[in-house]
């Protein structure tokens, strides 16, 4: 017996010791397959480790059951041998570049149970014989390129098959290129838990027996083209979220829904549901998301919304509602978003709203609603807060949320002064407050707003001169006073604003001459009609782009018959005085010592940059100032970071930073020299690229050119997120801070807002709102939180410059780019017929079409929208 028992643990034990060997072997093999990348550099081998220690590898009894690699950045195909790991029951390779079609090896693993092969570059059709993983529990194929059915091997068209779907708990086929219909048989899948097919391209009717399955918890559809009406019988009392938003429904929503009391997200935006919303969906108590924007419901609100849940997230606007808001809707003090612009509502606004301490955005405007704001809602930490086109009343309060980015007060009737407090607002992006009845003069305060993008202030009663000193307006892009009365001479300063492009001052009474420094601000829309101002038009400006910018200002004359105005006498053209400020500024540095600290190797001194400082050689500005331009101490802090980030990185696709040098009084950071200069020229200011070049032919920035220019920048942002550590977020990416050497390769620039990220992936908070308008994430402007992936929207906006050639800010009237090619999107038009004709030929479509589709990918933010 004895002799019996030694041979079978023997025998046992060899043969756990061969297994052992051979799946060894068989990961070594792997690890080759993969070409040896550096994150597998511990597998090794060994006779003093195990394989089962790997981070990757999960063993039970000694033998590989888990395989992990995510976010490895692996680009080769799935081993064909992978399978000869023969207890594998978990697989997960999401968020690589694994390309080609589904793995069929993969039905090797008869014991597969957990597959995830999301967010790579997968093609083709998902097999229809995908039930050969008979013990199968969990499948996510989301974010691929998958096209085709749903494979009907999820449909129980057998026995056998009935038996592998029992096994189905999760199943995410999200983000593909799907077509047709939701099988009918997915109420079959009696353990399901979870199903997404979120982004894809699928038709019909939502089956009626997938709100039958009890075990059912969360449901994702949006964004498909399913049509008809929602299920009214709900049996899937489980469910937790669902999100049918951006589709084609028509209906009511069911009353059944009133019965998921653990029910925390509805999404039902941007359908074509109507009626009123059923009275016990304000009772659920879990819920914390209610999304109906974009549908045409009618009718009042339920009138217990929020007082039964913790709301958060309350959004209904382009609906038609009536009447009040809920009177709870801020309850239990957890709401954060709050909007409803675009209805019927009226009334005062509900007094709870003035204890939403958690309160970031608000936007309520286009209706009928009445009174003053709540004395509570000017003491919020908000964020966005745009409530025009009401009648509202009161003042505007002298304190206010330092967190503000977007002010909106516009059309209702607000009066007294802007207040002094207003300087406190170092986030604010826009202040739009026209059409109001403020009076009194325009505050210095209000100048020293460092972000300010769009200043409306017109048809007011304003009295007074306009600030001088308006240098920190650096950002500044439109700034609209007219229609009040304005008086005393147009600010010099206003010339120094190196982002101005839309200037109205028309209808106040200003004076004086035209300021001749306005002429530096390129392709300015201008109009200062309707004024008192006196002298020659600036030569600069008669042509007939400005054939009513300066209608009736008796005084004003020209020099030429371009404009319908008066000709100036002969003799009154003054010579022009060329300012001494730059120049008396060199020589006191010249006097100064200065200190030089090189980070490359140089070929030059710092007495031989001191020298070469004239007016002349200045080229462009950044994110601190102008080349050149002596630094103010608050922007040191920008000055440091820039230093600090650009001094410790090297990639081919970062401007280099080749010193900086500094004495008592100065700052200044020396870079390689680019010499096609920003992106932003050869896709806006053709003109300015122009002169770049040799001859007018290649003026146009091709598309092949294009391309390299977006895989350089993708490069770039890529070695800053995942190849430095601690990973770096850029903050303020755009075409302007994108610069190209003699070869058009691109280079990522303007690093004085950058941050250095805590932990990859997680976010950070930000005490100020740092960017361009049209290139910000949204979630960033409302949180002020930054991640990864506000830099990614931002190269998703530079994606949608390059295919369209529009400017970020341009979509239309009333949105940014990336707006405007999601309307479209949303709208199916064709892709072909959004691009720029200038750079279009058919042998780039393919690549155009990708490339946007990729930007739109990029900057599908989808607003704090719980999505899967």
């Given amino acids: 017996m004895s002799i019996l028992l030694f041979i079978f643990f023997f025998t046992y034990g060899n043969s756990e010791s061969q297994l052992y060997n051979q799946e060894h072997e068989i990961l070594l093999n792997i690890k080759k397959h993969f070409q040896n990348p550096s994150f597998l550099s511990h597998w090794i081998k060994s006779n003093t480790s195990s394989h089962c220690s790997w981070p990757e590898i999960l063993c039970t009894k000694n033998s590989v059951t888990s395989l992990s690699m995510i976010n490895t950045n692996i680009t080769q195909t799935i081993p064909p041998f992978l399978c000869e790991l023969k207890n594998l029951t978990y697989i997960d390779f999401q968020f690589n570049c694994i390309p080609n079609e589904f793995p069929k090896s993969l039905y090797n693993c008869s014991k597969l149970e957990h597959l995830d092969l999301s967010q790579n570059f997968f093609v083709g059709t998902i097999p229809n014989d995908i039930d050969r993983l008979a013990h199968l529990q969990f499948l996510s194929l989301g974010a691929n390129n998958f096209s085709g059915d749903i494979p009907m091997s999820i449909e129980i068209v057998s026995l056998e098959r009935y038996q592998v779907a029992l096994n189905l708990i999760e199943i995410d086929l999200s983000e593909n290129n799907l077509v047709g219909k939701i099988p009918n048989d997915f109420g079959e899948l009696q353990r399901l838990t979870y199903l997404s097919f979120f982004m894809n391209n699928l038709t019909g009717k939502i089956p009626s027996s997938l709100f039958m399955l009890k075990n059912l918890s969360t449901v994702y559809l949006a964004m498909n083209s399913l049509f008809g009406e929602i299920p009214n019988v709900v049996e899937a009392l489980n469910l937790t979220k669902i999100d049918l938003s951006m589709n084609n429904l028509v209906g009511k929503i069911p009353n059944d829904f009133g019965k998921l009391q653990q029910l925390t997200v509805l999404n039902l935006y941007k359908n074509n549901l109507s009626g009123e919303i059923p009275q016990s969906i304000g009772n659920l108590k879990s819920l914390k998301g209610f999304h109906v924007f974009k549908n045409k419901f009618s009718g009042t609100l339920p009138s217990d919304f929020g007082l039964h849940s913790k709301l958060e997230y309350f959004r209904i606007e382009i609906n038609n509602f009536k009447r009040k808001l809920p009177e709870n809707l801020c309850y239990h003090g957890k709401l954060q978003i709050l909007g409803a612009y675009e209805n019927n509502l009226s009334g005062e606004l509900p007094k709870s709203i003035g204890n939403c301490s958690n309160l970031f955005a608000l936007e309520i405007d286009r209706n009928e609603f009445s009174g003053k704001i709540p004395s509570g809602l000017w003491n919020m930490n908000l964020v966005t807060f745009i409530i025009s086109h009401n009648k509202f009343t009161g003042e505007m309060p002298q304190n206010f949320s330092s967190s503000i980015s977007l002010f909106d007060i516009s059309y209702n009737q607000f009066y007294g002064g802007i207040p002094i407090g207003v300087s406190s607002w170092t986030n604010l992006v826009k202040f739009i407050a026209s059409k109001n009845y403020l009076n009194g003069s325009i505050p210095q305060e209000l100048t020293t707003l460092p972000n300010l993008e769009r200043l409306l202030l017109d048809q007011n009663q304003l009295k007074g001169s306009l600030p001088f000193d308006v240098i920190s307006w650096k950002s500044l892009v439109t700034l609209n006073l007219s229609q009040n009365q304005l008086n005393v001479q147009i600010p010099v300063s206003i010339g120094h604003l190196p982002s101005l492009s839309v200037l109205d001052l028309s209808e106040n009474q200003f004076s004086g001459e035209i300021p001749l420094i306005l002429t530096r601000l390129r392709n300015l829309n201008l109009n200062l009609s309707t004024n008192h101002l006196t002298g020659r038009v600036p030569i600069e400006f008669e042509n007939s782009a400005y054939d009513r910018s300066f209608l009736n200002n008796s005084g004003v004359c020209v020099g030429t018959q371009a404009l319908n105005l008066t000709l100036c006498k002969s003799g009154l053209k003054k010579p022009i005085n060329v300012s001494r400020w730059f120049l008396e500024k060199k020589e006191q540095t010249l006097e100064n010592s200065w200190e030089l600290i090189s980070f490359q190797r140089l070929n030059f001194t710092e007495s031989d940059i001191v020298s070469s ?123 302007s801070n994108i610069l190209l050497d003699s070869e058009f390769n691109a280079k990522v620039a303007d690093f004085g807002f950058a941050r250095f990220l805590t932990k990859p992936g997680q976010f950070n908070t930000m005490s100020a709102l740092v960017g361009s308008f049209g290139y910000m994430a949204p979630e960033y402007v409302q949180t002020t939180r930054i991640n990864e992936k506000i830099d990614v929207f931002s190269f998703g906006v530079i994606l949608l410059e390059l295919t369209t050639s529009k400017k970020a800010t341009c979509g239309d009237e009333h949105s940014s780019l990336a707006q405007w090619a999601w309307r479209h999107i949303q709208a199916e038009s064709n892709i072909i017929e959004l691009l720029d004709n200038e750079v279009m030929e058919q042998s780039c479509l393919d690549e155009m079409c990708c490339i946007f589709k990729l930007g739109i990918m990029c900057t599908a933010t989808l607003l704090l929208v719980d999505l899967p």
């Avoid at 601190?624 to 230093?643: C, D, I, K, P, Y």
């Fill in 613 to 735: 400082m004239t007016e002349q050689n200045i080229i462009g500005s950044g994110g601190f100032g102008t080349s050149n331009r002596n630094l103010r101490q608050e922007l040191e802090a920008s000055f440091r970071a820039e230093v600090r980030i650009l001094s410790n990185i090297r990639h081919r696709n970062i401007v280099k930073l080749l010193c900086c040098i500094s004495n008592e009084d100065s700052m200044m950071l020396v870079y390689e020299y680019l010499r096609h200069s920003s992106l932003d020229k050869w896709l806006h200011n053709k003109n300015e690229s122009l002169a770049m070049l040799d001859s007018a032919q290649h003026v146009v920035l091709g598309w092949p050119k294009r391309l390299r220019i977006a895989i350089r920048i993708a490069h770039g942002l890529c070695y800053m997120h995942h190849d430095c550590s601690p990973p770096i977020i850029h903050r303020y990416i755009k075409t």
